[in-house]
T-cell receptor, first 114, second 111 residues
Framework: KAGVTQTPRYLIKTRGQQVTLSCSPI?????VSWYQQTPGQGLQFLFE???????NKGNFPGRFSGRQFSNSRSEMNVSTLELGDSALYLC?????????????FGPGTRLTVT | GQQLNQSPQSMFIQEGEDVSMNCTSS?????WLWYKQDPGEGPVLLIA?????ELTSNGRLTAQFGITRKDSFLNISASIPSDVGIYFC???????????FGKGTRLSVIA
């Protein structure tokens, strides 16, 4: 089975711009979670989507948003980028049901905001 | 919010030595997961634990779900250079709640 894929792997943006990151989960997985990883804060939960609905949301400002499509692929969007948004953005997929909640991560998208 | 305390933050060991690291929480978790992350990559799931007291192995790795449900331990036996990386613990309350991650243990292996 193919693993979780994320595109792009690297991105450089300027303050004030917006960015869209994409995540394709493992085939059959219906849950996609997004995390922000920084050296200072570690892995912080952004949000989780299950069957096209946001099921959980972390403590991030409204500039961070996401969505999930009917094929379970997910995108996250960050508007009005700030320097502090520079981070590794990771998505993780899981079945999300049937007591199987192990999350499998993609390689991440490294976002640099200048 | 919930926090996980993972220790030690970093360790330097000789190749062949055994390694122990642990994770503690102020509240109960019903699932504990252990991940390893290599530079520039996403975390890779090593072991998942679902029952208090459970002891599970994956090759040279062994993890335990503490009986209080507030802690978990990971042991690596006979370490090798490819064990280098950052090890994260993660706890989950119930199936549809987010994972809470520890800050990680950075392992360095000296050949």
């Amino acid at each position: 089975k193919a693993g979780v894929t994320q595109t792009p792997r690297y991105l450089i943006k300027t303050r004030g711009q917006q960015v869209t990151l994409s995540c394709s989960p493992i085939s059959g997985h219906r849950s996609v979670s997004w995390y922000q990883q920084t050296p200072g804060q570690g892995l912080q939960f952004l949000f989780e989507y299950f069957s096209e609905t946001q099921r959980n949301k972390g403590n991030f400002p409204g500039r961070f948003s996401g969505r999930q499509f009917s094929n379970s692929r997910s995108e996250m969007n960050v508007s009005t980028l700030e320097l502090g948004d520079s981070a590794l953005y990771l998505c993780a997929s899981s079945l999300g049901q049937f007591n199987s909640y192990e999350q499998y991560f993609g390689p991440g998208t490294r976002l640099t905001v200048t | 919010g919930q926090q996980l305390n993972q220790s030690p933050q970093s360790m330097f060991i000789q190749e062949g030595e055994d390694v122990s690291m642990n994770c503690t929480s102020s509240s109960i978790f019903n699932t504990w997961l252990w991940y390893k992350q290599d530079p520039g990559e996403g975390p890779v799931l090593l072991i998942a634990l679902y029952k208090a007291g459970e002891l599970t192995s994956n090759g040279r790795l062994t993890a335990q779900f503490g009986i209080t449900r507030k802690d978990s331990f990971l042991n690596i036996s006979a370490s090798i250079p490819s064990d280098v990386g950052i090890y994260f613990c993660a706890g989950q309350n119930s199936g549809n709640t987010p994972l809470v991650f520890g800050k990680g243990t950075r392992l360095s292996v000296i050949a």
